[in-house]
Every structure is written in structure tokens, then in C-alpha cells.
């Protein structure tokens, strides 16, 4: 028989379904083992491993009245905690409801809510105006038509640098000879051949990144609300892809004039995709591009379009007169060149005004590019029309100048925005309200569950 070992750590597993770890420093040993079968009853924990770190502040003796407030806030950060700390983070709460609940608390226009230190072990009133977490969490949870405007900032928890913030993409490619790492992404690229192969080695560090990285929890948090029905579209910067990988985010490319239109649509093309400049052909790049012998430029992406090519090779047959041959490059959309899919994006932003979006989130970007400044402010009005919600997520808050060209934001969240599926969890599950619960209906045994019994038997 196999000798039970012990642990030489101070923890105490109790163990049911799922494992869930974590260190909650404000529960004692003793607290945890009353609160926990309660918890363990509802099936709201699997086993909880609750570590003891060194406590050297001197125990305070409690009233009993100061014992029960006590008991009851850590049971619920707890279970609050765990919930938060469950493999699958990012799953924000379903709704339970089909109609949506009564917004009963609208913060005043531009309030900041601040999420840089939050700490989801200690209560959350402790941290921030818990009303302002309400509007949020009422926003996530119960919107039904969510437009999400997204930007550098959501990949950089995945591993891609944004590109404008020290340490960014522009920075880390910024050379003597190039000045600023922007000039790689301008559509005077093209003009030298020392030029484009700069480009092109950093389309294949991107492109390498891409491939390596894997989708945020906020990317998640997108996708969930699209299954859930309840996305109306994402429209995305990043040309990573992160996003569009993921099942309920798909998008299509080239985007067409055909309905429906595709849940994302990537704003500055994929770096995962090559385009010819004259037949439009696609094709998506792989790692055998980068091993390949380089062409006599050097180059090994940026190469004559073999669609044309071929098309040559069969009109030449035929007797015809040759065509001039496109060049293949990464399907991104460079600084002063015109956007092949421009069009298309202008009909689908006019069929999402026209759909009354009510909710509006813009995430990790700081609206530097015109169109996607546009259409931010143009989707803010029909949402704010539709007392819908505007939100901002990022690091900072918007610049005077964003926040008087969008008019207002509801809800400005300034820190990370991958604590938000978390903030939004935990809310759900510790603070939100209770629902009062309908009357039971007397069951009633219809034919079919009668004849199903009947048969059981
Ligand atoms: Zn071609």
C-alpha cells in the first residue's frame, strides 16, 4: 500500500472535481474549511489548494460580529478569487436573461476608472468605485449588438510590441538610415531595393511573432461574446491575425460586397498573406518562404507573381500579346497608399450604423489613424443615441483631442485591459446583485416525459 506523503508546505486540499490554485493571504486555514463545503455544495469549486505565506503582521484578536463580516467577505472573495483564477479566464459570465436588465447606474461622461494596481485578492470596493464596475460588467454582459474597435494593445500580452509606445515596433526598427521604424510601414517602401528588403525582414520577424504568439485572454473574452451572439462586428488594426483565428472570429479575404458580411474585418490587412499588386492573387505565407534560396535582389517574399506568369506562359502559347506581370507583397496596408478593401469597410460600417450597435469598445489604440478615428465617433453617436455604452480600455487615457472629436466616453478603463475578463468575472460573481428568483412552477407531467417514465419502466 502506497504511504500517504505529506506536504511540507502549510495547505489543505479538498479535493472534488477541478483543481484550483491560489493564495488568498486574507483566509486563514480555519476559514477556509467553513466556508469551503458551502462552496463545494453550490458545484461552484473543484479542490482548492489555499497556501499559507508567512504572516508576520501580529493577529488581532475579532469580535465575533467583526468574525462574521470577516468570514462572509472572504468565502465570497474566494470563491470570487478562484473563479477569477480558473484556467479558462477569459469566460465571461453567459447571460441568463433574455431581455436585458434595467441599467440602473450611469457614470458621469469621461469617469475614469482606474485599473493599474487592481488586485483581484483584496475586495474590489476597497480599489474603485464598485458602480463604475457595475456599468462595465452590465456593458460586457448584457449588450447584444457589441461593436469592438481593437488595436496593437490587445496583442502585447500575447508577445507582439505595439508599435507607437517605447520599446514598440517603430522604435526597434528605427535605424540611422531609416530614422523612425515608421517609414517601414509607408508605401515609399517600395522605391529601393534596399529599402524593400528591409521591409521585408521585417515582415518575416512579424510574421515569425505571429506564428509563435498565441491569442490573449481579452482576445477571448471577444470571441465569447461573439459566440454568444451577441458581437456585431470587431474591427481590428492588428494585422497579427491573433484575433481572426479564433472560431467565432473569422473574417474573410479579400472582404466582399456580398452579404453577410464576415464578424471581423481587419482594418490594416494580415501579415500572414501575400497579394499581387496586378491580379490581386492571394496566397498565404509559410515558413518555407523564409528558407527558401533568395531571389538575385536578395529578396525571397517580394517576388514576380507566379499567377502572372503563368497567365504570360498560356497567353504566349495562344499567340497573344504578354501582359505586364504583377509583384507579390504582404497583404498589410502601408501609410500613404490606398486601402484595396476601403470600399468594402465603408459598406459594412454603414451596415452596423444602420444596425443600432448599443454597445461601443475601443481597446488598445490610441485613434492616431484618421478612418478608424471616424469611424470610432461615427459608431459612438448611434451607440449613445441607443443609451448604448461607450467605453475606452487602455494604458492611458484618450487625449483631449479624441475625447472632444468622439464627444464623450461613458467609461474611460486605464491599465491593462487583459485584467478586464477577470474585473468582470469577479463582479459576477461577488458583487452582482441578486436576482430575485421566480416562483416555482408546479412541474407538470406531460404526455411525452409520462410516455418516456412509461417506457423507462
Ligand atoms: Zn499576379
Not at 510601414?185 to 498565441?214: A, G, P
Not at 498573406?273 to 496586378?278: D, H, I, K, Q, W
Not at 517576388?303 to 504582404?330: D, F, H, T, W, Y
Request: glycine share 6%.
Amino acid at each position: 500500500m502506497a504511504t500517504k506523503k505529506r506536504s511540507s508546505t502549510m495547505a489543505r486540499k479538498i479535493k472534488v472535481k477541478k483543481e484550483v490554485l491560489g493564495v488568498i493571504p486574507s483566509l486563514k486555514m480555519g476559514d477556509s474549511i467553513v466556508t469551503i463545503p458551502r462552496l463545494i455544495k453550490k458545484g461552484r469549486l473543484g479542490s482548492i489548494v489555499v497556501k499559507h505565506e508567512d504572516n508576520k503582521s501580529p493577529v488581532r484578536s475579532r469580535t465575533m460580529e467583526e468574525f462574521e463580516h470577516f468570514q462572509i467577505r472572504s468565502m465570497k472573495l474566494l470563491a470570487g478569487f478562484t473563479k477569477v483564477a480558473e484556467k479558462d479566464h477569459w469566460e465571461i459570465p453567459a447571460p441568463e436573461m433574455k431581455r436585458k436588465p434595467r441599467l440602473k447606474y450611469r457614470p458621469s461622461n469621461g469617469t475614469v476608472l482606474n485599473i493599474r494596481n487592481l488586485d483581484f485578492t483584496i475586495p474590489l470596493e476597497d480599489q474603485m468605485e464598485l458602480e463604475d464596475v457595475y456599468f462595465l460588467h452590465h456593458a460586457i454582459t448584457y449588450s447584444k449588438k457589441m461593436v469592438m474597435v481593437i488595436g496593437a494593445g490587445v496583442s502585447v500580452e500575447s508577445g507582439i510590441p505595439d508599435f507607437r509606445s517605447s520599446g514598440g515596433l517603430f522604435q526597434g526598427f528605427a535605424t540611422k538610415s531609416n530614422g523612425s521604424g515608421k517609414n517601414l510601414f509607408d508605401y515609399n517602401v517600395f522605391r529601393s531595393s534596399d529599402s524593400i528588403l528591409k521591409f521585408e525582414n521585417m515582415i518575416q520577424r512579424l510574421y515569425t511573432m505571429s506564428i509563435k504568439c498565441e491569442p490573449s485572454m481579452f482576445h477571448h473574452m471577444i470571441d465569447q461574446v461573439s459566440a454568444q451572439g451577441r458581437l456585431l462586428r470587431l474591427y481590428t488594426q492588428n494585422i497579427d491575425g491573433l484575433d481572426v483565428q479564433l472560431p467565432h472570429l473569422k473574417t474573410k479575404v479579400p472582404l466582399t460586397f456580398k452579404k453577410p458580411f464576415p464578424i471581423s474585418v481587419q482594418l490594416h490587412g494580415n501579415v500572414k498573406l501575400l497579394s499581387c499588386s496586378m491580379c490581386k492573387y492571394i496566397v498565404p505565407i509559410d515558413e518555407s518562404y523564409f528558407e527558401k534560396p533568395p531571389n538575385v535582389d536578395g529578396r525571397r517574399l517580394i517576388v514576380r507573381c507566379p499567377e502572372c506568369q503563368e497567365m504570360n506562359n498560356i497567353r504566349e502559347i495562344a499567340g497573344k500579346r504578354l501582359q505586364s506581370e504583377g509583384v507579390l507583397r504582404p497583404r498589410i496596408v502601408l501609410y500613404n497608399e490606398f486601402h484595396p478593401d476601403g470600399e468594402v469597410i465603408g459598406n459594412i460600417t454603414e451596415s452596423d450604423l444602420r444596425a443600432r450597435p448599443d454597445c461601443l469598445i475601443v481597446t488598445g489604440t490610441t485613434l492616431k489613424i484618421p478612418g478608424v478615428r471616424r469611424l470610432v465617433k461615427e459608431m459612438a453617436r448611434v451607440v449613445h443615441s441607443n443609451s448604448g455604452y461607450v467605453i475606452w480600455m487602455n494604458l492611458d487615457e484618450p487625449t483631449q483631442g479624441i475625447v472632444d472629436y468622439v464627444e464623450y466616453f461613458d467609461l474611460i478603463i486605464v491599465g491593462n485591459c487583459q485584467l478586464i475578463p477577470g474585473l468582470v468575472k469577479l463582479y459576477d460573481y461577488v458583487y452582482k446583485p441578486e436576482k430575485k428568483k421566480p416562483r416555482k412552477k408546479a412541474t407538470v407531467t406531460t404526455v411525452k416525459s409520462r410516455k418516456r417514465q412509461e417506457h423507462e419502466v
